[in-house]
Structure formats: C-alpha cells, structure tokens
C-alpha cells in the first residue's frame, strides 16, 4: 500500500508538472489550413507509420469496390455504385457510375463488377461468415447488377465495403484468394481502383514490406481526390526512434499513431503536433486458452486478473485520460455497446480483493507484444504484482510476429510459448462490434479460447440479426455478457484515437479503422514543397493539441 501511495504521488508530481511546462509555453494557433497547398503538387510527399493492421489501411487507400466505409450514420458512402436498393432480405441491386477507370486507364465495366464479385464469392476472406453464406451476381444491363445472397445475412454491407475490384490480368496472375488478414496489395501496380497506386512494397498482414510507396491514381473517380502526390508509409519501425524522428527531425515522419504517455513530447516538439477523436478502436488483450498456461483454463483465474485491474487509474494514469471506462473489452464507443451500458445491469465483481490475491499469488504470465503496448502493459504489470503476479515479456516492432504466433495457436501450431497476446484492433470492419466478437468464433484461427456452443449460438444470431432493433440490441448484449462471464480475454479501457501530426498536415481522423490518406491535405509551409530551407522560428511554436468533434 505504501509502495502504491509512492507511485501515485509520483504520477501526480509528474502531471502537475507536465502542466507547469506546458503553461510556459507561448503557443500559437494552427494555421495549416489557412494557407493549404494546391492539390497534387508535383513534390508534394508525406510519410507516415502504421505500426497496426497497415494492410488493411493500405488497402482501402488503393482500393475500391461498391461502396466505402465512412463516419455516418449508414456506416459507409457509395464509391464505384452510385445507388442501392435492398429489394429483400436477399438481393440488393447496385448501379454503378459510368467513365469508370482502372488505375492503369483500362475501362471498367459492369462485367468486371461482376466478374470481381462472381471471383470473391468462390475465394471470400475468412474473418467474417461471407465465406459460408455464399452468393450470386446477376447483370441487369450496362449500369446495374443484381446481388442475391443464398442465406439471410445482416452484415453484408459491412462485407460489401471490403470487397475491392482488380483487373482481370491480376486476379489470373496473382490469384488474391481470401485469407485471415487480407486478399490483395500482393505486389505493386497499378491493379486496383482506388485513389492510391502501390509503386512499391506490399502489404497482407502475415507478411509485408518495411516500407510501401503510394502515388496518385490520375483515373480515380472522385476528381476531388486524392490531394497529395505521393505518400511512404511505414510498416515496422521502433517506436521510441518512430517518436524521436517526428519530434525532432522535419520531413522523417508525418502522421504516426502515438502512445498515450508521448503527448507532451509531442506537444512541446517543434515540428509535430497532437491531434485526438473519439475511436471505435479497441486494444485486444487475448489469453491463450489453447495452449498456454494451463492455471489460465480456470475462469476463476481469468475472472481474477480482469478484477485485479484498476480500470480509472489505467486510465489516469497509464491512458493519460485518453479512453473511456468500459465493463467489455468491446469499445463502448460503439452506439449499441453504449447503450446497453447504460442501460442494463452489469454483472458485479465475484471477488474481493483478498480472494483474488489468494487466486493469483505465484502466477507467472508470458507476454507476447509490440513496443507501442509496453506503456500499457507496464501499467497492467504495475496493478498485478500488488496480487503476486510477474510478467515476462517479449517484444517486437512488427504486427506480422504478432499474427504469426496468434493465427496460429488456435490449430496448435505456434512456434513459441505465450500466455498473453497484445494486438492493436482498430476497428477494420467499421461501427460494427464484429471487430472484437469474430474472436470468439468456433474454430476461427483468430480464436484462442475453447469451443463454446452458447456463444456460437449467439453469433450466428447476430450474422442474421437487423441493426438498429431491439433484437439486435439483446444479442449483442448476450455476446458481451457470455464474453465477460468467461472472461475471454484481459479486458481494459476504451481508447481514443491519438496522432502525431507534422505541424503543416491537414488531417481529420476517421472514428473507425480508416486513415483516409486521400482527404489529407499539407500547407505551403510543409517540407516537401516548402520554398525556405528553414522552417521559420514563429512556426516552431507548440500548438495545443486539436480534439476532433464529430457532432
């Protein structure tokens, strides 16, 4: 206890402080988008880190299909369709824009949609169940196709805005069949439909280069976008040199998601700045139920360490206020996670804090994580040695170890012994729950508990389930109350999204997993086009950090 007090005091000295430096600072407003550079000048460039899920943002960068996910109530916008019709519970007709163009300025016509969709429907990725629910594509004439699926399926829309459009040569040649991450950005080319061309590198999720170059697509639809000639991104990088590099050196990093504990490094840099929003995002803290440690199989252990932690001073004190108190491990920024919180009964604690030192006392846990979760997970470690539990920790800069070892544990096949898994799931499938409940699917590779009859019960009612009822409101709280009965994974606080940007970048954050690299705009002052070798003292100036509203 006394230790505790120690360590609390310490953490409010260092906020008190963090205050004081900050109130000597003489900032200056963010004058970025007064002075926004012409759209895709010829040296315009940013770089920027993607340290989670960068094949998923690449792909919707450089991809397009039907519709597109986006921040609205429906949950996406048309992209390649310029309208929809649900006819039925099972068929839906799309008309699609004219003048469409592939990235290499070959036409695009109907019977590529439909040779593209007929093409999925036999090589579908394995994350949700579009894989066993099946359909069928039908041409209606030169502009509109007819979708009919072969089971009811509630979550297509959400699938639709995944399913992107290639030419005909690279499906022959590539064959991008579904997997468990991605289906495409095998390799650069101009292949794809969306505002972004690949030039170099690619991205799958299992494997992806270090670095991938995008550039304009000159043929994409929306002649409004994209606005930035050519963008680098960055798969792998330590995160520590990652923070330095857009801290302290102009033109080595542009936009990187940012530990919460790096805001007033940020903040104070002369050439960065901080901006925040509200996330669907969520950090997944899995436990190895298949083959880990074998005091883990008992729910009363994992029941323990989720009581042990102390969710308001994570947040205080390790989230930095960044995130939100939640009793799943599903975002509760979620509309239906939200208002079953506030509007059921949670379950209460099962055991004092007695009970769950006597359950944890000598546990001893193998962690398996990135270096941007170690501040996390330092804080979890700090909570749980008070109830006599160690940490042991092992540690990558890449995403791709972490699915190596986690896409593989459920088949038995890990190549090495892990208790604890950290992944970063941003919210890939987009104002939808299914970002964290497709873990707690039967057999799915990303599933690392036991088999659980009731819950697939639950989830199969919610593959045909309508948003927006009440029905789907009792469901969704059935997979969150079943989730945290078993105590499924290591639940913590909900997050808010936190960037570090380059000074002279316009950005706006998506709520879920999208980086919309395309709407980014830089000004006349930024590095890349900048006529000045120096970036000017007055501009050096800290900018307070920007809290997105989305109201």
């Not at 519709?67 to 929809?84: C, P, T, W």
């Not at 006819?87 to 036409?107: A, C, M, P, S």
């Not at 108190?325 to 804090?353: D, G, H, L, M």
């Not at 699917?441 to 019960?457: C, F, G, R, V």
């Amino acid at each position: 206890m006394f230790k505790y007090l120690i360590l609390t005091l310490s953490i409010f000295s260092y906020l008190n402080s963090s205050s004081n430096i900050i109130e000597k600072f003489e900032f200056r407003d963010d004058s970025s988008k007064q002075n926004i550079a012409p759209k895709l000048h010829p040296n315009s460039h940013i770089n920027i880190f993607l340290p989670s899920l960068p094949y998923s943002y690449i792909a919707k960068a450089t991809n397009s299909g039907l519709i597109r996910s986006y921040d609205n109530e429906q949950g996406f916008v048309y992209d390649l369709a310029k309208s929809h019709k649900r006819v039925d519970d099972f068929t839906y007709i799309f008309e699609l824009r004219e003048n469409l163009k592939f990235q290499n300025g070959e036409n695009f016509t109907i019977d590529d949609a439909i040779y593209n969709l007929k093409f999925f429907e036999q090589n579908p990725y394995l994350y949700t169940n579009i894989d066993k629910v099946g359909f069928e594509v039908f041409k209606i004439d030169n502009t509109h196709l007819k979708i009919v699926l072969k089971q009811k399926y509630e979550m297509f829309l959400n699938d639709l805005a995944n399913i992107y459009f290639y030419t005909k040569d690279y499906i022959k040649k590539y064959n991008p069949i579904g997997e468990e991450t991605g289906t495409a950005n095998q390799v650069a080319g101009a292949f794809g439909m969306g505002p972004y061309i690949i030039t170099s590198g690619y991205a799958l999720g299992s494997k992806q280069t270090q670095k991938i170059e995008l550039k304009a697509n000159p043929f994409y639809w929306n002649k409004e976008y994209p606005k930035i000639k050519q963008i680098t991104v960055y798969t792998q990088l330590d995160i520590n040199q990652a923070i330095e590099d857009i801290t302290k050196f102009e033109g080595k990093l542009d936009l990187m998601p940012l530990p919460f504990n790096k805001k007033l490094d940020v903040i104070t840099s002369e050439y960065s700045k901080v901006i925040i929003s509200k996330s669907t995002d969520n950090f997944i803290i899995f436990f190895n139920l298949i083959n880990g440690n074998e005091k883990l199989l008992k729910e009363d252990v994992r029941v323990a360490l989720n009581e042990a932690l102390n969710h308001e001073n994570l947040l205080k004190f390790v989230y930095k206020n960044e995130g939100k108190a939640s009793p799943f491990a599903t975002s509760i920024n979620y509309k239906v996670v939200e208002n079953i919180v506030n509007s059921e009964e949670i379950p209460k604690k099962r055991f004092s804090k007695d009970e769950i030192k006597s359950i944890l006392n000598g546990l001893t846990l193998e962690v398996f994580l990135q270096d941007r979760f170690l501040f996390l997970l330092k804080g979890i470690e700090y909570q749980l040695k008070e109830y006599g539990v160690k940490i042991n920790y092992r540690v990558t800069t890449s995403e791709k170890d972490i699915y190596s070892q986690l896409l593989t544990t459920n088949s038995n096949k890990n190549s090495f012994k892990w208790d604890l898994l950290v992944w970063g799931n941003d919210d890939w499938y987009y104002e939808n729950p299914w970002t964290v409940f497709f873990i707690y699917e039967n057999d799915s590779a990303w599933s690392t508990i036991p088999k659980d009859e009731l819950m697939q019960q639950y989830i199969h009612k919610f593959f045909i389930t309508k948003t927006n009822s009440n029905e789907y409101k009792e469901v969704v709280k059935n997979i969150l109350f079943r989730a945290k009965e078993k105590a499924y994974s290591l639940a913590v606080p909900s997050v808010n999204k936190v960037f570090a940007v380059n000074k002279e970048v316009i950005f706006k954050p998506y709520q879920g997993g999208i980086i919309p690299f395309w709407e980014i705009e830089i000004s006349n002052n930024h590095w890349s086009i900048r006529k000045e070798k120096e970036y000017s003292k007055e501009l050096k100036k800290p900018i307070k950090l920007e809290r997105v509203s989305y109201d």
